[in-house]
């Protein structure tokens, strides 16, 4: 099995699995206690408008899926503020629309159109030179963000309501942590894909939750976590020769369950999802 760690793509593979879990790891953290999963979700897959749109007009799909998602973001977070429309009602619109423009443009796509699953569902193996330097760039930002407004950023996760009363600059700090949120799910779509990206974003942090309850842990926590379940994942995939997306999911999973059994219910009931 050890000789497939001298290959490139697999050496790749991993440098992303760090770089998205800790990325992960402190966006998804933010994700699970503000309860955006949802919002998340719509996001994820009005990227999908973004990719056909690439496909169609001739320029990376990728770009395409990042500037459907920071819109998407942007909007969202415009349309909840507003009281013409409720939260769930804009994020439905979103996806949907979102996603009816990608299959209408992949559909329209001229000459021959890539594995379009790539981009639903994954593949980590593809990761390229590029993808990586993306990553890169992007946890240094999020990093960066977090460090130096961390404790603004857990008092909004915790209690918006108290830091609005007390003039803090809320709403610029929201809009900013949604288009770090779309950038996210864009950087981590080579790996996990559309369908899949959102877990990537979530089970690492519930799993951290059933064992921390600090927001500085969870987020160390759940990039640990995030990182075994790509090691495992990979290895897995490499194993049964299956999709590695849907195995590092599955690996996650079972993490959670088995964490889930071990830890004592009192102590899920007092914090734990």
């Known amino acids: 099995m050890m000789e ?6 697999f050496q790749h593979a991993l440098l992303a699995s760090l770089l998205a879990s800790v990325l992960c ?15 998340s979700g719509g996001i994820t ?24 998602s920071v819109c998407s973001a942007c909007g969202v977070q415009w349309l909840s503020q507003q009281k013409s429309m409720r ?19 992949t559909f329209l796509a001229p000459g021959f159109t890539p594995d379009i699953t790539t981009y639903l569902f994954g593949n980590i193996l593809t990761v390229t030179t590029a993808d990586l330097w993306m990553l890169a760039i992007l946890c240094l930002v999020v990093v960066a963000y977090f460090v130096c407004n961390i404790h ?16 803090l600059p809320v709403f ?18 080579r790996m996990v894909g559309i369908v899949l990206v959102i877990s990537l974003l979530t089970l690492p942090q519930m799993t951290a939750n059933l064992l ?10 759940s990039t640990l976590i995030g990182f075994l379940s790509c090691l495992g994942g990979l290895f897995v995939s490499y194993l049964l020769n299956i999709p590695s997306g849907a195995c590092i999911i599955l690996v996650s999973i079972t993490l959670y369950a088995t964490v889930r059994i071990i830890v004592p219910k009192s102590r899920i009931r007092h914090g734990a999802p």
Request: net charge neutral; charged share 10%.
């Open 172 to 189: 610029r700090v929201e809009y900013f942590l949604m288009v770090l949120i779309a950038l996210t799910i864009v950087a981590t779509l």
């Open 152 to 167: 603004l950023i857990i008092h909004i996760a915790f209690d918006r309501e108290f830091v609005l009363s007390q003039h």
């Open 25 to 39: 790891g402190f966006v998804g953290t933010y994700i699970v206690t503000r309860r955006l999963v949802f919002i």
């Open 212 to 221: 921390v309850l600090s927001f500085r842990g969870i987020i160390l926590y």
């Open 4 to 9: 497939i760690l001298q290959y490139a793509f």
């Open 45 to 68: 897959h009005a990227s999908f408008g973004g990719i056909g749109l690439g496909l169609f007009a001739g320029f990376s799909p990728i770009l395409g899926a990042a500037l459907f």
């Open 87 to 105: 939260e769930d009602s804009a994020i439905a619109t979103v996806w949907t629309v979102g996603m009816a423009l990608g299959i209408i443009f």
